[in-house]
């Protein structure tokens, strides 16, 4: 008896049916999965780019932050050294002017010899008064304020400061009333000294002459520090007198009169001076070696309604 072959098919039908439906599938999931794949890649990449990003833009900040401190710190060095020079400035300009007084000095003429001093009465007025007038200064006002610059560059003539005023005081007649007040610029600050006490003023009298020359003896030895123009008027002009007598060496340091310069000072004392006192001003000490003095004081003067003398050792 023959045999039967046998045929064995690997596949059936049902089982290609079954791997086809199954690689459908497959693709169908991966080509719905795709996008995400590639917003998620694409995302990751753009997280890598901004984090860079941020680094460098930390980095270049941390940079200008540095930048600032360093431009600061030249900035406040370029203040200081600004400071310095400005300093530099007034000493070469203080130098330079002392240079040309002295430069000068040969080719101005010698000072003239002090005035003879003189007491006359002047011919009697409807009222009835006789005007002051010393070595040259004269005035008809009855109260007189003599103001005295106390800086340390006059203590070398601070017996001629004295003597003058006394003299002053010999000239004075029966009738007028004075006052004495010193003042200067310490590092304390400004100080005065004043005779008599406080804003009032004494009847001239024999009596009267003989303490105000014991206050200007008992000044001799207070000679020192700056002068504080400024701040001298500002006391004067709030006194009762009606005529300001003021001796000083005549330069005006602009440290201590609000940064003012000499033409300034006088146009501010004369803007100040709203009671229309007379001013006559002094100068005494070695006037002719510095043309300064002579101009600051002269000026002052004229634009009061007073008078100008220079008086040297």
């Known amino acids: 008896m023959r045999s039967r072959k046998r045929s064995f098919d690997v596949y059936s039908l ?7 439906s199954a690689m459908g599938a497959f693709i169908i999931m991966t080509i719905i999965m795709m996008p995400d794949y590639q917003n998620k890649v694409r995302s990751q990449g ?8 941020a ?38 300009s203080s130098e330079l002017a002392a240079l040309n007084a002295k430069l000068q000095a040969p080719r101005d003429q010698p000072p003239p010899p002090p005035p003879v001093e003189e007491l006359v009465e002047e011919e009697q ?4 008064k006789v005007s002051f007038r010393f070595l040259g200064l004269k005035t008809k006002k009855m109260r007189i304020l003599f103001l005295i610059d106390m800086n340390g560059y006059l203590a070398q003539h601070q017996a001629l400061v004295r003597d003058t005023v006394m003299r002053a005081l010999d000239s004075l007649q029966s ?41 200007l003896n008992g000044l001799a030895k207070n000679f020192r520090g700056a002068s504080s123009v400024l701040w001298g008027f500002e ?37 100040a001076n709203n009671k ?9 000490g070695d006037y002719f070696k510095y043309q300064g003095t002579v101009e600051f004081m002269e000026a002052l003067a004229r634009a009061n309604s007073g008078g100008f003398l220079a008086l040297a050792e």
Do not use: C
């Open 175 to 215: 009738g007028y009333e004075f006052s004495l007040l010193g003042f200067q610029e310490l590092d304390s600050g400004p100080k005065y000294y004043r005779w008599p006490e406080g804003n009032g003023m004494a009847k001239v009298s024999k009596s009267s002459r003989s303490q105000a020359k014991r206050f």
């Open 125 to 128: 007025t409807q009222s009835n």
């Open 276 to 284: 229309n006192k007379e001013i006559h001003t002094i100068t005494v």
């Open 14 to 20: 049902s089982a290609i049916d079954l791997f086809a």
């Open 46 to 53: 753009d997280l890598a780019v901004l984090e860079e990003f």
């Open 55 to 92: 680094g460098k833009t930390k980095a270049q900040l941390d940079e200008s932050e540095a930048g600032l401190a360093d431009i600061l710190k030249a900035l406040q060095a370029a203040q200081a050294r600004h400071r310095e020079l400005e300093a530099q400035e007034d000493v070469i």
């Open 235 to 271: 006391q004067a002009f709030s006194s009762k007198a009606d005529a300001i007598i003021f001796l000083s060496d005549g330069l005006p340091n602009p440290q201590y009169n609000d940064s003012l310069s000499p033409s300034r000072l006088v146009r501010t004392l004369t803007l």
